[in-house]
């Protein structure tokens, strides 16, 4: 049996080498084919089971080192693209500091070359975020300059371009119909506030046009409110009057105040334009705000290059008339006759006025009598004052030129007003403790929840409002009062603490981020370097979070 298998082991082999001949192959053609067989032929046992381990070995190490150079390359990676972006930022400084000293070609060159550099860039997260946000930000300085070279910022042409479309003539119309005594009795009461306000546009080197968005805001009236809250000329909720400097008590509430309201809108809407760089979307987000037109912008995906008419149909309602009906107001008192208007203004003026101190309560409507003198412009002068009656404490009241001689001789002659009934809310702020806002109570809510939702105890709410503890809020609680802490309440704490805040430490100033804030533009609206405003808030990165309070340092 054994010389037979060999003998067929034999044939076989033959055939093998026969075939080979046959085919014209030769050894190196052999290996190359790889016969299962062959390998077997021509293989010692030792190498059949050695080979394979010998191969595995070396792959291994390979792999650890090839995935270890990956990870070292990922790093240095980021770390490239880290350093890109500080040096977009450092080029964007330089193309700040071109803007500043009027030279746009070098701005431009830098905002080019800023962009470019920013294409280089295509990392993570993280970096993709702080790409979209850079993007937007060079967006927005390409689009100031070029509005820039279209015309001034102040004089008689303007950025703002005098647009005729279907929307601007639809609000003409509303004018000349529906809203006709509207818009020729806010045009009558603007001539008293313009010398004053077209001042303070011109000094502020903004549009002149400017002028004219109390008319589409409130009418020219210094009390309109709003069912937003919104006070004043230039309709400043609490929280944007707060931020411009706009102080309030129960005397007082600066948002009346023409001079002062004027100057806090002009610092908003520059600090707008810097933003969006286009006075139409400036305008719109005035109305609703900043951060929904940035919402908008980021959502439209169209390199950001975007203006009021691209963004329009995504804005709200009220917003997308707002600007049609402020281009509609241009259109009018430019040319009143061609859309068949007789408007009149008053040559009265608040530019004209003394300021005395007072240190008693007077009804403006005494003052007003004593010194024969209309009441309704006394109230226009000292419009801040809440109740028209001056506080109980030094104020600076304001009377018409060449009056203040007669206001001196009648002032011991103005009776002492009573101090005017202060509502609980009021009387509880004027004395330093809290005041409160209201919270609609919703199906399935309690004290706990609402508590918790507005981070305050759930003593304090049962405390003021007539709830059981014992019990859930009944279906018929339609509203809760809801006790937060006013601005006095701090001042207070703070004096008790003896100051020790950093918002007064020295000469050190704290800002807080909201959303849509940058390390760039919070460093060029304070006026402060990059490099310094990192290092006063040990900032590693440009990278800053919602709701951080920074460190502002002086120049100097």
């Known amino acids: ?52 381990a010998a191969q595995a070995g070396p792959s291994a ?80 300085r390409i689009m100031a300059v070029y509005s820039s070279r279209q015309g001034p910022t102040n004089g008689k042409a303007s950025e703002i371009q005098l647009i005729m479309n279907p929307d601007v003539e639809k609000e003409i119309r509303s004018f000349q119909g529906p809203e006709r005594e509207f818009f ?43 069912s937003a809250r919104a006070l004043g000329l230039w309709q400043f909720i609490p929280s944007t009057g707060y931020k411009f400097g706009l102080t309030r008590d129960e ?127 006394i109230n226009v002068l000292n419009a801040e004052l809440r109740y028209k009656i001056t506080p109980d404490r030094e104020y600076d009241f304001k009377v018409p030129e060449g009056s203040l001689q007669k206001f001196q001789l009648v002032y011991n002659d103005i009776p002492v007003a009573e101090k005017p009934r202060l509502s609980y809310a009021d009387k509880r702020k004027s004395a330093g403790s809290s005041r409160y806002i209201r919270h609609r109570v919703r199906p399935g809510e309690t004290v706990a929840s609402i508590a918790k939702r507005y981070r305050v105890s759930r003593q304090s709410i049962y405390s003021c409002n007539r709830i059981n503890r014992n019990k859930r809020l009944s279906q018929q609680t339609r509203y809760v009062r809801i006790p937060i802490y006013s601005a006095e309440t701090a001042a207070a704490k703070q004096k008790t603490t003896g100051g020790k805040n950093d918002s007064t430490a020295g000469s050190t100033k704290t800002y807080k981020v909201k959303k849509g804030d940058t390390l760039f533009a919070i460093a060029t609206r304070f006026n402060v370097p990059v490099a310094k405003l990192k290092q006063a808030n040990r900032l590693k990165t440009n990278e800053i979070k919602y709701g951080t309070t920074l460190k502002i340092p002086t120049q100097g």
């Open 184 to 226: 020729t009795s806010s045009y009558l009461r603007s001539g008293l506030y313009r010398e004053l306000i077209v001042t303070e546009l011109k000094k502020a080197g903004v549009p002149e046009e400017l002028f004219w968005l109390p008319l589409v805001e409130s009418g020219f009236k210094v009390s309109a409110y709003s």
């Open 251 to 377: 005397w007082v509430d600066e948002r009346m105040d023409v001079l002062k309201s004027t100057r806090a809108a002009i610092a908003y809407l520059k600090e707008l334009h810097a933003m969006f760089g286009d006075w139409l979307t400036v305008l719109a987000a005035y109305n609703c705000g900043e951060g929904r037109v940035l919402r908008v912008i980021s959502s439209q995906r169209i390199n950001y290059f975007d203006r009021f008419w691209d963004l329009y149909s995504r804005l709200p309602h009220e917003t997308a008339r707002y600007v049609p009906r402020f281009l509609a107001t241009l259109h009018i008192v430019r040319n009143p006759a061609k859309y068949g208007f007789e408007l009149q203004t008053t040559t009265d003026t608040l530019m004209n006025y003394e300021t005395v101190k007072v240190g008693k309560m007077m009804k403006l409507s005494d003052v007003s009598s004593r010194m024969e003198v209309s009441e309704d412009y």
């Open 61 to 140: 190490d390979s792999a650890a080192r090839e995935g270890q150079n990956a990870a070292e390359e990922d790093a240095a990676e980021v770390e490239e693209e880290q350093d890109l972006m500080e040096n977009v930022l450092a080029i964007l400084e330089v193309a700040d500091n071109y803007w500043k000293s009027g030279d746009i070609e070098n701005t431009l060159n830098e905002l080019d070359k800023a962009y470019a550099l920013l294409l280089d860039t295509d990392g993570d997260v993280e970096i993709a975020r702080q790409k979209d946000d850079l993007r937007l930000l060079i967006s927005q």
């Open 1 to 52: 049996m054994r010389k037979e298998k060999e003998y067929d082991w034999s044939c076989g082999w033959l055939i093998f080498l026969i075939l080979m001949v046959c085919f014209g192959l030769g050894p190196a053609d052999m290996a190359e084919a790889q016969l299962p067989e062959a390998n077997v032929l021509f293989q010692s046992p030792h190498a059949a089971v050695s080979t394979p």
